[in-house]
Structure formats: structure tokens, C-alpha cells
């Protein structure tokens, strides 16, 4: 799983998805949370962990 927040930048994500998840996943475009525990160097989120697909996204 691939995304690209705010900032632009295009880094993966570690689904820890069950065996119903996987067969079916977020569709693309989705707006998700993830967890992540630091940044790198170059400012992408470290360890990033898929955590779930939002319904409702502020200010909309």
C-alpha cells in the first residue's frame, strides 16, 4: 500500500490486514490513518502502520 499525505512525498505502509481485509482492501484514492513512529532524515514518517480507512474527513 502506497501513499502520498500532504507533503507530497510518495512513501509504502505496512497493512497488517486480516485474511477478509486482504481480499478486500481499501480502494485506491481512499483517505486513511496510520501510525508512524518518527521521521528519516529526509522528513518521511518512519514505520508507517496502516491503521484504518476514514469515513468522514474534517471540514468536508
Known amino acids: 500500500m502506497s501513499l502520498t499525505p500532504s ?3 510518495l512513501h509504502t505502509i505496512k497493512p497488517k ?3 477478509a481485509e486482504h ?9 486513511i490513518t ?3 513512529h518518527g521521521y528519516t532524515n529526509n522528513g518521511v ?6 491503521l484504518r480507512v476514514r469515513e468522514t ?4
Open 7 to 9: 507533503t507530497g512525498s
Open 17 to 19: 490486514f486480516t485474511d
Open 23 to 31: 481480499a478486500t482492501p481499501p480502494p485506491v484514492g481512499s483517505i
Open 34 to 36: 496510520y501510525k508512524y
Open 45 to 50: 514518517p518512519r514505520f508507517t502502520s496502516f
Open 57 to 60: 474527513v474534517e471540514g468536508e
